[in-house]
């Protein structure tokens, strides 16, 4: 699923990518230099939508609180990224923390839903960040 939200985006935004190689670094270095943080916002809203989930199936209030809040942090984190490509550093706290809590939970459980999914969407996301903090600064 990750890839199909990626790959429109790489399409319209970067066609180049597409004809040198279709090698996951290639990948993941074009949507880090994207101008938008689409992914980020996909998290976000992913990581929110989990905590309302958790609210309306199991009647969770935890679950929402912490959801909205680090689905909100996300968020926030996209919006810092898009402005500035270099500032990552609320995105990578956030998909950090988030990898580290719920791939306990994950760990613990071995439940797949929801521990392992967003364990899972988290250390995506800090893979991504981590590959947009090694690129070289683009030279004009």
């Not at 199909?4 to 985006?9: E, K, S, T, V």
């Not at 180049?16 to 943080?37: H, R, Y």
């Not at 760990?107 to 893979?127: E, Q, W």
């Amino acid at each position: 699923m990750f890839l199909y939200l990626l790959l429109p985006q790489l399409v319209f935004s970067n066609s180049s990518v597409l004809q040198e190689s279709l090698s996951p670094l290639t990948i993941f270095a074009a949507v880090s230099n994207m101008s938008v943080d689409w992914v980020g916002y996909g998290y976000a809203a992913l990581v929110a939508s989990g905590g309302v989930m958790g609210y309306v199936k199991a009647g969770s209030v935890p679950s929402l609180a912490a959801g909205l809040l680090f689905g909100g942090l996300a968020g926030f984190g996209a919006y810092q990224t898009s402005n500035d490509p270099n500032n990552v550093w609320v995105s990578l706290a956030t998909s950090g923390a988030l990898t580290g809590i719920m791939g306990k939970r994950f760990y613990g459980s071995r439940k797949f839903m929801p521990a392992g999914l967003m364990a899972g969407a988290s250390f995506l996301m800090v893979g991504k960040l981590g590959l947009a903090l090694l690129q070289k600064p683009q030279e004009s």
